[in-house]
């Protein structure tokens, strides 16, 4: 069955440092994948979608197949990047497609 | 101003209650979709709407309904709150794109539901 897995719930990290936020995906067809981000006291938003190949407030996702994964990264942490994180993956459930959520991972960026 | 409006935004109230939480939005989106989200879990869909008319259950056991009358409106009601209601509900909408192709769903701001 169609499933996302994001492995921390919690993610730490110092400003400047790397970040990285882990999402694996199971699914068999080809798939397409979000990343959505939830800042404190504001609305779920789209980050980033895999099929747009852009970097949105310098963080990047690449989609890797081999491993069904959808990483996303920044190489310097900013303390703004503290937020929630899911990773969605948009794929047939039933007869019809629909978003596919992870458990999301809270980052938290320390000063 | 295109956006997605819930109300209320706070809710509660005791068990037994009937209650619609209302979800409006003028983006021009054919298609909603109300989640369930305890805090920092994941989104669980529980309904969701192609356009008028048109209504189906999410992967996530409801015993909440919703309608589709107008397009730009999709309330969910509870017939008998209880508490194991207590949650966020998230109104969400997207453009009608073709099968298959995964659209931006844009979210409001949410209901928080507290049932005693």
């Known amino acids: 069955a169609q499933r996302v897995t994001q492995p921390e719930k919690l993610l730490s990290v110092f400003k400047g440092a790397p970040v990285e936020l882990k999402c694996n995906y199971s699914?068999?067809?080809?798939?397409?994948l979000f990343w959505y981000v939830q800042y404190s006291r504001q609305r779920l938003q789209l980050l980033l979608r895999?099929?747009?190949?852009?970097s949105i407030k310098g963080f990047t996702a690449d989609l890797n197949k081999g491993e069904t994964s959808f990483h996303l990264k920044k190489p310097f942490a900013q303390e703004e990047d503290s937020a929630m994180y899911y990773c969605?993956?948009?794929?047939?459930?039933?007869?019809?497609?629909?978003?596919?959520w992870g458990a999301g991972t809270k980052l938290i960026i320390k000063p | 101003e295109a956006d997605i409006y819930q109300t209320p935004r706070y809710l509660v109230i005791g068990t037994g209650k009937k209650i619609t939480l209302e979800c409006s939005q003028t983006?021009?989106?054919?298609?909603m979709y109300w989640y369930q989200q305890d805090p920092g879990m994941e989104l669980h869909l529980i309904h969701y709407?192609?356009?008028?008319?048109?209504?189906e259950k999410g992967d996530l056991s409801s015993e909440s309904t919703v309608s589709r009358i107008r397009t730009e409106h999709f309330p969910l009601t509870l017939e008998s709150a209880r508490p194991s209601h207590t949650s966020q509900y998230l109104c969400?909408?997207?453009?009608?794109?073709?099968?298959?192709?995964?659209?931006?769903?844009?979210f409001g701001p949410g209901t928080r539901l507290l049932v005693l």
């Open positions: 969605a993956l948009y794929a047939p459930m039933d007869s019809n497609y629909q978003l596919i």
């Open positions: 699914y068999s067809g080809s798939p397409e």
């Open positions: 895999h099929i747009s190949r852009e």
């Open positions: 983006m021009g989106h054919d298609k």
């Open positions: 709407s192609y356009g008028v008319n048109s209504t």
């Open positions: 969400a909408s997207s453009e009608q794109k073709r099968q298959g192709a995964g659209e931006t769903q844009y």
